[in-house]
């Protein structure tokens, strides 16, 4: 596994504003490397990318989101294609990368359509689920990203800061943490 690299910017007031106000969101993102992490991700045996977001209801967001899942692990109900998953965040703004867990995804079979998890603080893990031999840190720091420690990201925001989310009101009502200044729809 990578050494880890030092993510203190990340609670630097004057930096969490700049990223509150989405300077550098505007334009071409410094960090344009998703598709190479997605496709990286998508090599490791067992793992499936299946969907990448960078934007929820019609909202550019700082984020890019890679959908992970289990490959053959997807079952049929209803007329939906039903996953269980996990996301590698990659920030489009810094450095940095989260990874969240314990999401379904449900995909309308032949329609577009379907809905899945918006990603949370509380959701945050420290390790991919499903990345025993941890291949998705070193793909991320091959490509420059640091990982956002959990408990770092779900600190309170200093100085009342406030950033958009998809529901405009802190992290689904939990108050604005340090997570929402890094990963949240831009207006």
Request: proline share 6%; aromatic share 12%; glycine share 10%.
């Amino acid at each position: 596994m990578p050494q880890e690299e030092s993510t203190n910017f990340v609670t630097d007031p004057v930096l969490l504003e700049a990223a509150c106000s989405n300077l550098g969101a505007s334009g071409g993102s410094p960090f344009p490397h998703y598709e190479d992490i997605a496709h990286a991700i998508d090599e490791i045996d067992g793992l499936d990318v299946f969907d990448m977001y960078s934007s929820y209801t019609g909202l550019v967001s700082s984020f890019e989101e890679i959908k992970i899942a289990r490959t053959g692990t997807e079952y049929v109900r209803d007329g939906y294609v039903i996953r269980d998953y996990a996301s590698v965040l990659v920030c489009r703004i810094a450095p940095i990368a989260a990874f969240t867990a314990g999401h379904t995804c449900w995909d309308r079979i032949g329609e577009y359509g379907g809905f899945s998890n918006a990603p949370d603080s509380a959701a945050l893990v420290a390790e991919h689920p499903w990345d025993p031999d941890h291949r998705i840190p070193q793909i991320l720091h091959d490509h420059g990203f640091s990982i956002l420690d959990p408990q770092i990201g779900r600190e309170t925001m200093p100085n009342g800061l406030e950033a958009t989310t998809l529901l405009g009101d802190g992290d689904f009502y939990n108050g604005w943490t340090v997570f929402d200044g890094w990963f949240h729809c831009i207006d």
